[in-house]
């Protein structure tokens, strides 16, 4: 192939696209959709994380503060995690909206995240909201496919495929010159939104996390290269199967509703279907069950918890509790918060396994559908998936368990078991030294390693899309 021809058909089709003045319009409103979903993503990104910093920092004022008091009525007044939002949610809000923000932590106790966007505002928000990466994944693909429906096909219909072939171009030029054409329109969308995506990345303060931001942008932009680069094979594809360009346009068009609106809803539907998840009544229900066959700690009847403390007693060799050189009822809290924590988290883990199986209906079908992969590569690396919220809300389980333990080793160490002399509370010093809680997002090899079905098939789409553009150039037909 000669790239002289291939580069000189891609330039004719960059002129044909802004003669037209369909391509004026939509970059004007692509413009306005850029700064306004640019301008919205921001501020909510840098006040919800100011509010959330703020809120952190109080929280952990509020526990400090706190004066000289028995460490278990500290375990109790308990503390809070706030989720921060990553900076690449100004690109993609993904599930930003309709997970949790906040988390109580208490001992004895697994509470929900709450205070989702999506429960403070109105059944609008369930139609979406415009960001840039919404831009790029809806928007930019309609598009492509009409700035591309007439490149080959109204060439047919005019007579000028066959004169073009007539004066020695080859097929395989005239193909991949409108493919590169076409994706290098494309690219003028997607190098305007990614250069505002990187002066947020820039301009944010980091401390730690700078080079994984960096890295998950650079990531994004390959992946999304590959994605226009692959709907623009798409779109020259049909062009050059079609007989005629409405009929490339009238397919491209059930191709863009099939991948972005009826694939995705249909199959969260269908997963859903196929593995229900049970209702937190349902959930709180179960785990309170297993805890009773398990033992209670707060009854001095219980079996378990009987048991245990007759073989503790027979350990120190004491008869009665009161003689063990330990705070008693601290053992026993930290040995109730460990095995109700465990029946949690073996609860909450066959929760994740159904989610697992719901999300995996619809990620499979990332190899019948770019958009799949495209959107949760996006939201993975963005920080705004599923996955990262279960990640924060696992970091914040481990934090109240520390929280509740340490609170419980305090009270072993410095109360004094019932009928003998010594203080009920312990000095607030220790509530300082107590540190507050961090989040630290998903490395960006658990990224890799969580969305890897999702990349091989947009890798697997790119080698299709080489392969299909090769076979169209060969039986392109001149008539």
Do not use: C
Request: no cysteine; aromatic share 14%.
């Amino acid at each position: 192939m000669r790239k002289s021809i291939i580069y000189l058909l891609a330039g004719q089709l960059w002129k044909n696209a802004f003669r037209s003045k369909v391509m004026i319009i939509a970059l004007g409103l692509m413009v306005f959709l850029l700064l306004f979903s640019a301008y919205s993503g921001w501020e909510n990104y840098h006040d919800q994380n100011h509010t959330r910093d703020v809120m952190q920092d109080e929280v952990q004022q509020s526990w400090e503060n706190n004066p000289d008091k028995h460490p278990h009525r500290m375990a109790h007044y308990g503390s809070f995690a706030f989720r921060l939002k990553h900076v690449l949610s100004v690109f993609d809000v993904g599930m930003e909206n309709f997970v949790g923000n906040a988390v109580f932590l208490e001992a004895h106790k697994q509470n929900t995240v709450n205070f989702s966007e999506a429960s403070m505002s109105t059944g609008l928000l369930r139609f979406g909201e415009v960001s840039l990466a919404m831009l790029l994944k809806v928007i930019v693909p309609l598009l492509i496919f009409y700035l591309g429906f007439a490149s080959i096909a109204r060439e047919r219909e005019n007579g000028t495929l066959k004169l073009l072939i007539g004066q020695g171009i080859r097929r395989k030029e005239i193909v991949f010159g409108k493919v590169l054409g076409l994706w290098g329109l494309s690219l003028i969308f997607l190098f305007s939104v990614f250069l505002v995506v990187l002066f947020f990345v820039l301009i944010e303060s980091h401390d730690t996390g700078y080079s994984d931001s960096l890295l998950r942008f650079v990531v994004l932009f390959i992946f999304y290269v590959l994605f226009f680069a692959i709907l623009s094979a798409i779109t020259i594809l049909v062009s050059a199967f079609s007989k005629t360009a409405k009929g490339a346009l009238v397919k491209l068009l059930g191709i863009w509703l099939l991948f972005v609106i009826i694939l995705p809803k249909s199959l969260q539907a269908i997963g859903y279907y196929l593995y229900p998840t049970p209702s937190k009544i349902e959930m709180e229900t179960a785990v309170e069950h297993d805890l009773i066959q398990q033992g209670d700690s707060h009854n001095p009847d219980d079996p378990h918890f009987k048991a245990l403390k007759d073989s503790v007693l027979l350990a120190n060799n004491v008869k009665n509790v009161e003689d063990l050189p330990f705070n008693y009822g601290g053992f026993i809290m930290a040995k109730g918060e460990a095995l109700s924590t465990a029946i949690y988290l073996e609860h909450q883990e066959r929760l994740y396994q159904i989610y697992t199986k719901q999300n995996n209906i619809e990620r499979n079908s990332a190899f019948l559908n770019p958009y799949t992969a495209i959107k949760n590569v996006s939201m993975a690396f963005s920080g705004t998936n599923f996955q990262s919220f279960l990640h924060f809300k696992d970091k914040a389980e481990a934090y109240r368990y520390k929280l509740a333990q340490e609170m419980n080793q305090l009270q072993m160490d410095f109360i004094p078991n019932k009928g003998k002399a010594g203080p009920n509370k312990i000095s607030s010093n220790y509530w300082k030294k107590f540190p507050s809680f961090e989040y630290r997002f998903l490395s960006i090899s658990s990224v890799f390693q969580n969305e890897l079905t999702s990349i091989l098939a947009l890798l697997l789409w790119g080698v299709l899309a080489v392969f299909g553009l090769l076979k169209v150039s060969t039986n392109l037909k001149a008539i």
